[in-house]
C-alpha cells in the first residue's frame, strides 16, 4: 500500500482512494474549502503529482482565472460575468450590496465594483475527469447569493468553459 502525501490534505493510501476528500484552508486572508472527488478506488503517483502541483500553486491558478474572469467581462461576446453582476445588481437590494460596494462613490460604476469583488470560494479537483480537472468557484459572497460563477480548466489552468450557477 503505497502512501502520498498532498498538501493540506496529508497522507493518502494509493491502492484505497476515498471517493471524496474535503478541507478548509486561509487563503489571501480568507477560508476556501478544497475538495478531491475520485471517480476510482485507487489512483497512481501521476494523477497525484498533478494534484499536489495544482494544490502548490493555488495562487497562480487563481490568477489565470481572474484574469479569464476579467476577458470575459471586457469581451463584447462574454456574456458570463456580465450577466452575474447585472443580474444581482437588478435582484439584490442596494442596501444589501452597500455592504460591499460604495454607490456614492461616483468614480467607480457599481460594475466594476462588484467585478472586484468576485473572490475565489472553492477549488474542486476531479483528476479522473478528461474534460475538466479542476472547478474554481467565485462568488461576490456566500451571505449575500448563493450564484457562483464557475470557471472549468485542465490540469494546467487552461480554460474550458465558464458559467453562472446557483
Do not use: C, W
Request: net charge negative; aromatic share 12%.
Amino acid at each position: 500500500m503505497a502512501e502520498y502525501t498532498l498538501p493540506y490534505f496529508g497522507q493518502i493510501s494509493t491502492d484505497s482512494i476515498e471517493e471524496y476528500y474535503d478541507v478548509n484552508i486561509d487563503f489571501n486572508g480568507r477560508e476556501i474549502q478544497i475538495d478531491l472527488n475520485f471517480e476510482s478506488e485507487t489512483t497512481d503517483g501521476e494523477k497525484l503529482n498533478q494534484i499536489k502541483n495544482y494544490l502548490e500553486n493555488i495562487e497562480v491558478y487563481n490568477r489565470l482565472a481572474k484574469n479569464y474572469i476579467l476577458e470575459d467581462y471586457h469581451n463584447e461576446e462574454g456574456d458570463t460575468i456580465k450577466f452575474y453582476i447585472e443580474h444581482h445588481l437588478e435582484e439584490v437590494e442596494e442596501d444589501e450590496l452597500s455592504t460591499i460596494i460604495n454607490f456614492d462613490d461616483s468614480t467607480v460604476e457599481p460594475e466594476q465594483q462588484l467585478l472586484t469583488k468576485l473572490e475565489l470560494v472553492r477549488i474542486g479537483l476531479y483528476p479522473d475527469n478528461e474534460e475538466s480537472f479542476a472547478i474554481l468557484d467565485y462568488s461576490i459572497g456566500k451571505e449575500i447569493t448563493n450564484y457562483l460563477v464557475v470557471i472549468n480548466t485542465d490540469q494546467n489552468g487552461q480554460l474550458d468553459y465558464m458559467a453562472m450557477e446557483s
